[in-house]
């Protein structure tokens, strides 16, 4: 018997600012309430079918990396303590624990700030074809999930509908400023480091991830989540070989799952059986365990 999923809410008494892809997004005013729910989407369509627990891993690991990492970037976060939650929102209590947070509304910034440490996905495919990932041109040789010899920038473009668009720096750098586009790869670059580093620890790999950035009060802040199995990829280290295909803690094991079907990745999406469904909720738990030492927070 799975847990209860959250897919969607209806709050009438708040305005809805957006309906993401995971996140149902509340304008409050000067801040934002972010919710995630147990949506899941591969290749840029929601499927119909729930991942229990999902929505609390995702906000309770953002919470865990965002002060992991608040001195080198400081964040949108205002508050995840319901009781500090507006008068409004204390009747959707049950709703709201442990999957949402208030946070400053900042004026996102249209780029995928993605760091790559190891050669897979899009980035695989796209060595593959042209020995270089967003125009870095990489050694010769080199094999899937190999480690490259230094983390890489690789920015691409934020799709409102349909995929993002793997770019080049000089591309974002014509888009949002040379300045701002050097600013958000020195700071994506560094998270990557540190939480890599923190990771390996944990026996846990990131081979690679995506961090979005917004302005407020005239700084860069990070935005969104962070360091999520939705956002990033995770292997365990002590399976890691190069070569092939990792085994790991992420959705990218429901996206193999739905590459089997012959798909054509357009909606409507497949319902997931209910094993694909379990072990992904699995998944997610585990990789939360084993980055914040902790059991996921259910009250």
């Known amino acids: 018997m799975h847990a209860p999923v959250l897919q969607a809410t209806d709050f009438k008494e708040i305005k809805l600012f957006k309906r993401g892809k995971v996140r149902d997004v509340y304008d409050l005013g000067a801040n934002l309430l972010i ?5 899941i989407s591969c ?10 627990h999902k929505g609390k891993v995702l906000t309770q690991l953002s919470l865990f990396w965002f002060d992991f990492v ?16 507006p008068q409004e929102l204390l009747g959707h209590r049950e709703i709201l624990k442990g999957r949402s947070m208030l946070v400053r509304k900042a004026r996102a910034i249209p780029v ?36 490259l010899p230094r983390a890489i920038f690789t920015p ?24 701002l586009a050097n600013q958000l790869k020195e700071i994506s670059l560094s998270l990557y480091k540190a939480a890599s580093r923190y ?12 961090f979005e950035f917004g302005i407020y009060n005239d700084k860069v802040i ?14 365990p280290a002590d399976e890691y070989s190069s070569g092939k295909p990792q085994p790991s803690f992420d959705k990218q094991f429901v996206r193999d799952y739905l590459e089997t079907l012959g798909w054509d990745k357009t909606p409507p999406a497949p319902e997931l059986p209910a094993n694909i469904v379990s072990q992904t909720s699995q998944k997610y738990l585990r990789i939360f365990s084993l980055l914040t030492g902790k059991k996921l927070l259910e009250t």
């Open 70 to 85: 608040k001195n080198i970037v400081p964040n949108h976060l205002v508050s995840a303590d319901i009781k500090k939650y």
């Open 112 to 147: 995928e700030c993605v760091v790559r440490g190891y050669l897979s996905g899009s980035g695989w495919k796209e060595y593959q074809a042209n020995q270089s990932v967003c125009g870095i041109k990489l050694p010769a040789s080199l094999k899937e999930s190999d480690k």
């Open 222 to 235: 990070l935005i969104d989540e962070a360091l999520t199995p939705d956002s990033s990829r995770f292997w």
């Open 156 to 179: 691409s473009t934020k799709e409102e509908i349909g995929h993002d668009i793997n770019v080049t720096q000089s591309y974002i750098d014509d888009k949002i400023g040379k300045d």
């Open 35 to 39: 919710i995630s729910t147990d949506r």
């Open 43 to 52: 290749f840029d369509v929601v499927l119909p079918s729930g991942i229990p």
């Open 199 to 210: 990771a390996e620890k944990k026996g846990v790999i990131i081979a690679d991830t995506k």
